[in-house]
């Protein structure tokens, strides 16, 4: 595996490849990374992770500085999982001035749920996947489930700007107990790491209800949202949404049995975690 840190030097060894298969990252891997790691090698070609804490997708309030650093232990894990290539470019290498061009989604996609709560979020995502996809002009590119919302704009950037890259969304992968994986976790306490789980517990209540039959999706959500509050989360949102465009399902929607997903966004302490779950009707 070869780790790479200037663009110059990626561009080289990328000059006799012909397709890639890409993973961008912000390091501080998991085992969700290495599944991510593994869809991509499915597809046959030479992998390339990318491990960047990109700055421009951070509120000024948010944990860009505290965002935990481990390119020796994430290359550790990544040669195990078979990357080929590992592209860690500093920050003035990927910025060498300031980032003035950006990649702004629709406002219907990208202002509602985490673009709400964190305004500008996927402005700097776009960016910096836009621009990965420039340095690496990979074939095919894997991006995980459980950013949901992420995922769609991705798909719709992809697919807006004719891009040549497949965008590949792999499962969430859940510890035992249902946590889904992110490197945020690590921020939780003993207790915090206990009560986690209350979050994807209150996605699978929401499918639960619906499925035995409950329409008034609103009081589902209160419901729900109330409960983990009570437990000392805060949640910016908890919430059922059409799979096509996020939007909340119509009476229509639920009697057409239109394909849902339920999204939520909490805080227990100082940490935000996000987890979603689809539902069958
Ligand atoms: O999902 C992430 O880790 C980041 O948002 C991404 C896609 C690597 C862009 O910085």
Redesign the pocket.
Known sequence: MQVIHTLADLRAVLAGSTKTALV???GNLHEGHLALLREAALHGFPVVA?I?V?RL?FLPHEDFDQYPRTLERDCQLLEGAGCDIVFAPGESELYPEPQTFKVTPPAALGDLLEGEFRPGFFTG?CT??MKLFQCVQPAVAV??QK?YQ?LMVIKAMARQFALPVEIVGASTVRAGDGLALSSRNGYLSQDERAEATALARALRAIAAALREGARDVAAIEATQKAELDARGWKTDYLTVRRRVDLLPPTPDDLAAKTPLVALAASRLGRTRLIDNLEIEL
């Open positions: 961008p990252t912000m990318t960047f990109n997708q995502v910096v996947v991006f995980g950013d992420q």
